[in-house]
């Protein structure tokens, strides 16, 4: 049975946080002190950290990228890893 479009952005967003997290707290940075450098409201980050967002704007994930002083082309393959070969939004609508 194929995954419904809405658990597969579910577990995108959900996957992106983890992910976030994972790379903020290796830095040892607060969501605070985070956010702040990048000018980011705190719950606009906490927000995406938690996968607690419906969507998230590339601008957004750009900003997110700068914060944890990693290339987006970077986030973005890890994520790709975590989700598999098979995960695809194609059919997203």
């Known amino acids: 049975m194929q995954?419904?479009?809405?658990?597969?952005?579910?577990r995108l967003i959900n996957?992106?946080?983890?992910?976030?997290q994972k790379h903020r707290?290796?830095?040892?940075k607060t969501m605070y002190a985070i956010s702040?450098?990048?000018?980011?409201?705190?719950?606009?980050?906490?927000?995406?950290?938690?996968?607690a967002c419906k969507d998230i704007k590339f601008t957004t994930l750009w900003k997110i990228a700068e914060g944890l002083d990693i290339p987006l082309g970077k986030l973005i393959d890890e994520l790709s890893?975590?989700?598999?070969?098979?995960?695809?939004?194609?059919d997203l609508k």
């Open 36 to 51: 702040a450098e990048v000018s980011m409201s705190k719950s606009t980050w906490r927000e995406a950290e938690i996968g």
């Open 81 to 90: 890893d975590k989700l598999g070969d098979d995960f695809s939004l194609s």
């Open 15 to 20: 996957t992106l946080g983890t992910l976030i």
């Open 25 to 28: 707290k290796e830095q040892g």
């Open 3 to 10: 995954e419904s479009s809405q658990n597969k952005t579910i």
